[in-house]
């Protein structure tokens, strides 16, 4: 390691004066604006009737980061990830979607804000009556019409092969014709076609065997290292959610009550969250 040892020859200087930046004090000095996030929510409340599902969540979500949504059944995970999209609208609080505020926008203004996402639902919800390779092409013969036959021959072929999918073989086999775990590509391989920058999966590994699942958290990891997607996930896996994410967001009877890694949330004090790792804890220890 001699590149280190050489900066000991430089004989020590007093620091180069700038007078540009001696003028800068405290008070003149500009922060570097940051730039927004995917994802943030402040102070979001959510009352249907008389029942509060919804109780002050604040979160932020990186641009091309995995954030992984874990809490039990009924707990408000789908209720939060609907305010992103904009099909539910709060009852206070803001969701920002690249530091746009979506709450306050029309149905045109939020259909555009759509087009920045991508789903992929538990079933895959792939079109049976058509072959694979016809499912990936769906959404750009559809919405590109300024696409030539031979362009979205590209495309496809691209995502599929992005994700493991040989074109030739399994594009014009029909989604019954394939294991779950290929389906879950497909799917994500429609939902990433044209091109999203967020994309939102809900429970994407529950009643997968473990190899299929971990397909997927393969999958998951390509789709933010190959296109720099960010990944919101619904799961109730916590070696998935270990595995694939950067921050864990641990949702209880409508709050986040735990914000951060998987030491955070192994070192959570909160009686329910403890329950939740229990069993994770007892068969990794
Ligand atoms: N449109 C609605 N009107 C009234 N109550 C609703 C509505 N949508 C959801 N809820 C209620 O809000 C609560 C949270 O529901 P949500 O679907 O977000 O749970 P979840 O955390 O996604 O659960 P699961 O893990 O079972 O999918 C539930 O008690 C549900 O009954
Ligand atoms: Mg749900």
Redesign the pocket.
Known sequence: MTGFDDDKTVPDQPAPTNPALDAITPETAVMPERPPYAVEVKELRKT?GT?E?LKGINLQIEKGSVAVVL?G????????MKHMIGLLKPTSGSVLIDGEDITKLGPLELKRVRSKFGMVFQQAALFDSMTNYDNVAFPLREHRKDMSVAQIDERVRYLMNLFSLDPDILGPRFPSEISGGQRKRVGLARAVALEPTIVLYDEPTTGLDPITTDQVDEMILQAKQSLGITSIVISHDIASAFKIADQILF?FEGEIVVRGSKEDCLASEHPFVKQFFATWTAKNA
């Open positions: 249907f029942r599902v809490g059944s009924g707990m408000g995970k789908s209720v939060l949702v």
